[in-house]
């Protein structure tokens, strides 16, 4: 890539996430960020913004955009009730350099019970599905709720996060998906004050409905990288593969791809 399609590539980047109100899609739920050890209201919030390069092969899949956050509204001790509001822009280079073709909603509400450094969360997880510059006459969405079990624990300079979840649908439009049964983990190593090692894994499966004509659908991914910090967030640098389900809207295809990119988030 030469530097000005570098250059443009960042531009346009930027401000397809900054524009954003709120890949194939993120179906997966993601936990929310580490309790801040308060009580109180909004005794959390954690932005990020992420861009990536996708290795596909595909006109429809060159990058991968995030824009988004989760917080804490209240923390009652034993627990905390929680959202997190995600964007995902996909862009392409079938009718430009740079061809936003998908926008995809994710919106996670939970409320939990803690005992020590286990927790426990009811969670409704919503995904919308939406297109750019390309008619889409019906919705493709639907609804999930179910339970999350997640433990953080540190041991000397290693935080390790594991997570597990099992959701049910409760409402849908267009895809086959009955429920997903999922988990996933972190490690976060400190190398110094300013530079953490990190690692993070996530594997899932959805059951389709028995009238559907394909089987569960497996995927899962996993990046490595580093985390920069500075004096009021970081930006991590990671590599990884992704095998995703349904990476197209309307194709019902599981895509593999490896990526590279970066993440800015502030302080959790």
């Known amino acids: 890539?030469?530097?000005?399609?570098?250059?443009?590539?960042?531009?346009?980047?930027?401000?397809?996430?900054?524009?954003?109100?709120a890949a194939?899609?993120?179906?997966?739920?993601?936990?929310?960020?580490?309790?801040?050890?308060?009580?109180?209201?909004?005794?959390?919030?954690?932005?990020h913004l992420d861009a990536t390069r996708l290795g596909a092969n595909d006109p429809r899949f060159v990058w991968d955009a995030d824009f988004g956050g989760d917080l804490d509204f209240v923390d009652y001790g034993k627990g905390r009730i929680s959202a997190l509001v995600n964007f995902e822009t996909i862009l392409g280079d079938q009718y430009r350099s740079?061809?936003?073709?998908?926008?995809?909603?994710?919106?996670?509400?939970?409320?939990?019970?803690?005992?020590?450094?286990n927790e426990v969360a009811l969670v409704f997880h919503h995904v919308s599905r939406h297109l750019s510059d390309r008619p889409k006459p019906f919705p493709i969405d639907w609804n999930m709720a179910g339970?999350?079990?997640?433990?953080?624990?540190?041991h000397g300079r290693l935080e390790v996060t594991i997570e597990g979840r099992a959701l049910g649908t409760i409402r849908r439009s267009y895809v086959d998906y009955t429920a997903e049964v999922g988990g996933g983990?972190?490690?976060?190593?400190?190398?110094s004050a300013?530079?953490?090692?990190?690692?993070?894994?996530?594997?899932?499966?959805?059951?389709?409905?028995?009238?559907?004509?394909?089987?569960?659908q497996?995927?899962?991914?996993?990046?490595?990288?580093?985390?920069?910090r500075g004096a009021k967030g970081a930006v991590d640098l990671v590599v990884g593969y992704e095998r995703r389900v349904?990476?197209?809207?309307?194709?019902?295809?599981?895509?593999?791809?490896?990526?590279?990119g970066f993440r800015l988030v502030s302080a959790s």
Not at 24 to 29: D, I, L, N, V, Y
Not at 98 to 117: H, V
Not at 246 to 260: E, I, K, M, S, V
């Open 24 to 47: 194939g899609a993120q179906t997966t739920s993601r936990p929310p960020g580490a309790s801040s050890g308060e009580t109180g209201f909004l005794t959390r919030y954690r932005f």
């Open 218 to 228: 497996n995927g899962g991914s996993v990046e490595a990288g580093v985390r920069l």
């Open 246 to 260: 349904d990476a197209g809207p309307f194709d019902f295809l599981t895509r593999r791809w490896f990526f590279g």
């Open 1 to 21: 890539m030469t530097p000005r399609r570098l250059v443009g590539a960042t531009v346009v980047l930027a401000a397809a996430c900054a524009l954003a109100p």
């Open 98 to 117: 740079f061809d936003p073709n998908q926008g995809n909603y994710t919106l996670d509400l939970s409320a939990s019970l803690r005992q020590d450094a």
């Open 194 to 216: 300013h530079v953490t090692a990190i690692v993070h894994g996530d594997v899932y499966g959805i059951l389709v409905e028995k009238t559907s004509t394909r089987k569960t």
């Open 147 to 154: 339970v999350r079990f997640m433990r953080r624990s540190t």
């Open 185 to 191: 983990g972190d490690l976060n190593a400190a190398l």
